[in-house]
């Protein structure tokens, strides 16, 4: 069984196509990258694995079922523009909110329970976790979404974009803590639009550009040819440097 | 002779009428401030406001009918956020215009109504209230409504803080996040109809938005901002009303302009405050 598994997966917003005919694989306890400009599809894909979107033809499978049966097995963390960080919530109220099926409803959320804990120091913010997730650096949000997913419990983490905008100490933990997760079985599949050497610890990385131009071991993926076709011939140059990393390691 | 403080503030209540007018004016304080917190931090302002303008032609269509106002009020609350859900994906167009276009025609279409059938109801009274003309069964209804409101965001609270925080990681973990939806515009709309005889749908938006939002800047969790979004709330019914009996000026207008006078107190003293603090670093 896969963990997660598209099959030529189309999807079409009226008549705007995200994302045609993709089609890759993964087992469970890997690290995947999903790369591609803005607009590419990358949340597009995350959205179909967390049952979120169906797609308009062809199959999406995670753990072996439809992704509208998989509630509680996903986590998935969104941009973090997507939320109000100025909500009046600490950062262990953010993470107890992973315990929201565990619960089950007439109880309110307890924040001391003790997978919360857990998770906190999985991430490593144990000593911040009574600060307002206001006053946390974008590195400290993510990492406080991150142990949300860890408290869920989830076998699958959906990542939306988690280490754009963060310097590279706080990328650094963040993958850390990912790779932490991999080893315990866990499927990783994190959407990034910057290409760096970092992405050397996945162990696949899928190229997307409305579809699907390249998917693989990051060492036989990030070609010059494939990201030029991913990221098209003009937008190329900015990347050259990130280009000349990614060829030392090659 | 002199008056004293506690004369002045037991006259207004040997009346019946100022003591329904009260009792009802806290409690549609209560109803609407426990949702306030959630208008502000969701960004609901707006669509709070078109709710309360599209409850005119339910109202009007309910006198139409002789059925009770609330229903019609509660079915146009509910309808008109289903309405701009609906333009909004299908017109794709931005939610700001979506409800901007939704208020404003279901606003014109109340007045409309309201024109044409004359009905004997005084459309300056649904629009800004009159709490003192309110009836022991219209306390009633508020109660009603209050407790319904107050036992749902009880019963609820950690699902409609972990949806109105983040939808896509809520519905992804299972919470039936269309239904809470709509759950929450069912309470909005019975707030605001709670709130007709009161502040009227015209001012409810500020029972609705200000006393979170006056909360949000001096609370550090949610429980403390509801909290503290009551208190607010409470507090302005009560010195509005008293503000109106002694200035014979508008019951619903003072309320709201306590609620706004405490929104640029509370502001003002933050701000000085933190000036000071970071001058005496």
């Known amino acids: 069984m896969y963990a997660i598994e598209l099959e030529s997966a189309t999807l079409r917003y009226d008549d705007v196509v995200a994302l045609r005919e993709v089609t890759f694989r993964s087992e469970a306890g890997k690290m995947i990258a999903l790369i591609g400009p803005n607009g590419a599809g990358k949340t597009s894909i995350l959205k179909m694995l967390a049952g979120l979107v169906k ?68 991430v490593m913010l144990e000593d911040l976790a009574s600060r307002k997730i206001s006053e946390l650096s974008g590195g400290q949000q993510q990492r406080t979404f991150l142990a949300r997913a860890i408290c869920q419990g ?41 290409i760096s050497a970092t992405l050397e610890i996945f162990d696949y990385v899928a190229l997307i550009r409305n579809r699907l131009v390249a998917f693989g071991p990051p060492k036989e993926v990030l070609t010059s040819e494939n990201l030029a076709n991913t990221y098209g011939g003009s937008t190329i140059a900015l990347h050259l440097d990130d280009l000349e990393k990614v060829a030392k390691w090659r | 002779m002199e008056v004293g403080m506690l004369e002045l503030l037991a006259e207004p209540m040997g009346y019946e009428f100022m003591r329904v007018a009260t009792a009802t004016s806290i409690i549609v304080a209560v109803t609407c401030s426990i949702l ?11 669509l709070g406001d078109a709710i309360s303008h599209s409850v005119l032609p339910g109202i009007a269509i309910a ?51 309201l024109s044409w059938m004359r009905p004997a109801v005084d459309v300056f009274h649904v629009l800004f209230g009159n709490p003192i003309g309110v009836s022991p069964n219209d306390m009633y209804i508020s109660a009603a409504i209050g407790a319904l409101v107050l036992l749902t965001v009880a019963v609820l609270l950690k699902e409609i803080v972990a949806y109105t925080f983040d939808p896509i990681f809520s519905k992804v973990i299972g919470i039936p996040t269309t ?11 019975l707030a605001i109809v709670s709130a007709l005889n009161t502040v009227g749908i015209i001012l409810v938006i500020t029972l609705l938005v200000t006393p979170g939002a006056t909360a949000q800047l001096i609370s550090r969790n949610i429980t403390q901002m509801i909290g503290a979004s009551i208190l607010i709330a409470v507090s302005s019914a009560i010195v509005g009303l008293y503000l109106s009996y002694y200035l014979s000026i508008s019951s619903g207008g003072a309320i709201a302009g306590v609620a706004t006078a405490i929104f640029f107190g509370v502001l003002v003293t933050k701000t000085l405050m933190r000036r000071l603090r970071e001058k005496n670093r």
């Open chain 1, 55 to 122: 797609p308009t033809s062809g199959r999406v499978k995670v753990l072996g079922k439809d992704p509208s049966k998989t509630r509680g097995l996903v986590a998935y963390t969104p941009q973090r523009e997507e939320v109000y960080w100025e909500y009046p919530l600490t950062v262990r109220d953010v993470v107890a909110m992973g315990n929201i099926r565990r619960r089950g409803v007439f109880r309110w959320l307890d924040s001391h329970d003790s997978r919360v804990d857990t998770a906190l120091r999985l």
């Open chain 1, 154 to 194: 989830g076998e699958v983490y959906l990542l939306d974009e988690p280490i754009a905008g963060l310097d590279a100490p706080s990328e650094t933990i963040l993958l850390e803590i990912l790779k932490t997760l991999r080893d315990q079985g866990k499927t990783i599949v994190m959407a990034t639009h910057d």
């Open chain 2, 36 to 46: 306030s917190s959630f208008v502000v931090l969701r960004g609901w302002a707006l």
């Open chain 2, 63 to 113: 006198l139409a009918l002789d059925i009770p106002y609330i229903v019609g009020a509660l079915l146009a609350g509910v309808g008109s956020s289903a309405l701009i859900g609906l333009v909004e994906s299908r017109a794709r167009i931005r939610n700001d215009t979506a409800i901007g276009v939704v208020m404003t025609g279901a606003f014109a279409t109340g007045l409309i109504l």
């Open chain 2, 179 to 189: 239904l809470l939806h709509y759950v929450l515009m069912i309470l909005l709309s």
